[in-house]
């Protein structure tokens, strides 16, 4: 049943992606309108597919790689579409869809796996610890794109070249406010669910910090992540110099999801999680 | 037969001396207006004069007689010998007039093609036309549609899309850059009427505070004027470069009047803040190598009319677009017009009368039972023979006006009656 809903979810997401795409080059608005709500409902069999997953477990769907990517697509189209709320930039869907269904389509490269969930994950505070770090990336990621959307356009302005995406992508300071906005909302984000972390780690292993490899990375990224909102609030920093930190912050930050979880091993990585084995 | 005809002369025909001659006269339109509705061969007239046109647009039915004394008119009332005037007119006729008159309404026809000036001089002729009371049917419905090409090419395509003046380019980047212009600081280096007159866009678009720097301090005090702003020494620029957010430069200086070193040393204090040079002047003010700062944008002369050449070429590419759209206008007037004479009219009115009988035999049959054909018949007949007695009259009376120069309100008005044109968009 789920995986009719993960079907579901994937089959409007890459059509929304489709639309905007086709958005992005031919600028008619209704296009616009029209995959921004194929990709709403896409968001909403989605949500569905988390709920049953979560019902059939009984605990959030985030034990495997498959899973915890498809949490990760998820975050963002929620990211996006409150960010939408503020900024009603449609271009922007033209960016955030294609990422997410990115995410969707390796997920669904992967396989099923089924099996017992250690009881150990059965605990409420995983579910806070990684929807809010989740929710951090999410948040992150729409702060990546935007400085991405940002340097390309001012490069186009830089150089004089005034075409196709300049007339397509919005303003400077339109692009380094989402940076800015998502990157001042995510962080919060991304400390609680640190905190949450260590807590449930308190409850469960009995101890706060163990210096696990994915522990450290998550530090790392989250210096980082203050170091540009410090730089960024009391330095003055924006545009390019932001931008540029942003996409660094936020590859470090998927190092953290994507290399701590296979290479560098530790209780966080997904090999370890449950009696089963991922290929 | 009525025929649509225009004769006149724009940019690309006549060159501007002969172009004011006959748009000078502020009563011209007038005269041109009654000249028209007492010549006996002109029906309906219509008379635009702008800067770049002069364009009379009438119906007729004896072509040759009606142009030729229109030719002389206009030679008359712009005070120029005919052989003079002549190489400089075109003339269409049919189709291609309403053709011409759509893509003047729609600026296809434009100096500048898609500038939005000339639709409103074209109400305005319009406007004069139907208050002296030279337009009639045709021309009514002629400019009507007019306009709403003109507006279709508007909405469907993007030819009014980008600037093409100097000026409003740098706007357009401005926005580009700091998105809203409101609160944002201006700074003005030196006079000229291209730098006000952007000072004077940005202005326009939200800009509240503008500060003007001149070598003399009493020139940038009259400046500063013009625009409510703060006038400042050439030796304050430095320290204005903190505040402001655009600067404009048009200095006649031959060196540069901002430097690398200078911007560099006001980035910090401004803490990022994008900065935005304007430089219009020749030779240029502002060090170029000041592009490659961070946050800071500088655009000179050169590089503004590379914009608008691009903004040109794709509004070029926007009139093909339009074009189509012109065209497919003409074909649905050039269907209306056909309408408009007697014959079709009455063909259209027994046909619509008969598709009436039809329908209702057909919704009674099941009513009236078995019937004999006889019976049949008599019924058939009974119902053509009422409607025909019905339509009768309007019809008589439309041929009794053949040949009337009132025939064509007439026949409008008996076709609105009866809607005999299905198409509603067409009777707006």
């Known amino acids: 049943m789920s995986f009719l809903w993960f079907n579901l979810a994937l089959f409007f997401e890459l059509l929304a992606t489709g639309g905007f795409i086709i958005y992005i080059i031919k600028q008619q608005t209704q296009v616009f309108k029209w995959s921004n709500r194929i990709l709403l409902a896409g968001l909403i069999f989605h949500t569905i597919f988390l709920c049953h997953r979560y019902y059939s477990l009984g605990t959030a769907p985030v034990l495997d790689f498959k899973s915890a990517l498809s949490f990760f697509a998820w975050c963002i189209l929620c990211a996006y579409f409150v960010l939408q709320l503020r900024f009603k930039l449609m271009v922007l869907g033209s960016f955030v869809a294609p990422f997410s269904a990115f995410l969707m389509i390796v997920s669904y490269a992967m396989p099923w796996m089924e099996g017992p969930v250690k009881p150990i994950f059965k605990s409420l505070w995983l579910t806070i610890h990684v929807g809010t770090i989740f929710m951090g990336n999410g948040l992150f990621a729409i702060a990546f794109l935007s400085a991405i959307m940002y340097l390309i356009q001012e490069r186009h302005i830089k150089r004089k070249r005034l075409g196709s995406f300049y007339n397509r992508l919005p303003s400077l300071a339109t692009l380094d406010g989402i940076n800015h906005y998502s990157i001042v909302y995510g962080f919060p984000f991304l400390t609680v669910g640190m905190i949450t972390g260590s807590i449930y780690a308190q409850s469960a292993l009995g101890t706060y910090w163990q210096w696990d490899p994915k522990e450290v990375w998550s530090l790392i990224s989250w210096l980082f992540y203050a170091a540009l909102l410090h730089q960024r609030v009391a330095a003055g920093w924006q545009g390019r110099r932001a931008a540029i930190m942003s996409i660094i912050c936020f590859c470090i930050l998927i190092f953290t999801f994507v290399g701590a979880s296979f290479w560098l091993g530790g209780y966080h990585s997904f090999s370890e999680m449950g009696t089963r084995s991922p290929p | ?428």
């Open chain 2, 1 to 428: 037969m009525t025929e649509i005809i225009n004769i006149g002369m724009n940019h690309e025909t006549a060159p501007v001396e002969l172009r004011e001659c006959l748009a000078t006269e502020p009563g011209s339109v007038t005269k041109a207006l009654s000249f028209m509705r007492d010549n006996e061969s002109i029906k309906e007239g219509l008379f635009l004069s702008t800067c770049n046109r002069v364009e009379a647009l009438f119906t007729t039915e004896t072509v040759k007689e009606a142009r030729r004394r229109m030719v002389s008119f206009m030679s008359a009332l712009g005070g120029v010998p005919e052989e003079s005037f002549l190489p400089a007119l075109y003339s269409f006729e049919g189709m291609d007039a309403v053709k011409h008159i759509f893509s003047v309404a729609a600026s296809l026809d434009s100096m500048v093609v898609g500038e939005p000036q000339i639709l409103g001089q074209i109400k305005d002729a319009y406007a004069l036309a139907a208050r002296e009371k030279t337009s009639g049917v045709i021309l009514n419905r002629l400019m009507h549609r007019a306009f709403h090409v003109a507006k279709r090419v508007r909405t469907e395509t993007g030819i009014g899309g980008a600037a093409v003046s100097i000026s409003y380019a740098a706007v357009e980047l401005a926005k580009k850059i700091f998105h809203e212009l409101d609160g944002k600081k201006v700074l003005l280096i030196g006079a000229g009427e291209m730098a006000e007159l952007a000072a004077r866009h940005l202005m326009g678009q939200g800009v509240t505070s503008i500060a003007v720097a001149n070598r003399t301090f009493d020139r940038a005090v009259q400046v500063a004027e013009l625009f409510h702003g703060l006038p400042v020494s050439f030796d304050e620029i430095g320290s204005q470069l903190t505040e402001a957010d655009i600067v404009i430069t048009s200095t006649a200086s031959p060196d540069y009047v901002i430097t690398f070193d200078q911007v560099k040393a006001s980035l910090r204090k401004r803490r990022n803040r994008a900065l935005f040079f304007i430089d219009i002047a020749v030779p240029r003010d502002v060090q170029p190598e000041i592009n490659a700062l961070n946050n800071v944008y500088l655009y000179d002369i050169d590089d503004l009319k590379g914009v608008i050449e691009l903004n040109m070429a794709q509004r070029q590419q926007e009139a093909i677009r339009a074009e189509s759209i012109v065209l497919e206008e003409v074909i649905k007037f050039e269907n209306w017009l056909k309408t408009l004479s007697v014959v079709p009219t009455i063909v259209s009115l027994r046909d619509k009368a008969e598709s009436i009988v039809q329908a209702e035999l057909k919704r009674s049959t099941s009513a009236l039972g078995a019937l004999t054909p006889d019976q049949k018949e008599v019924i058939q007949t009974l119902a053509r023979s009422i409607v025909e007695k019905v339509i009768n009259d309007p019809i008589l009376f439309l041929k009794g006006k053949a040949g009337r120069p009132t025939l064509d309100a007439y026949l409008d008005m008996a076709r609105r009656l009866f809607s005999l044109d299905n198409n509603r968009e067409d009777t707006e």
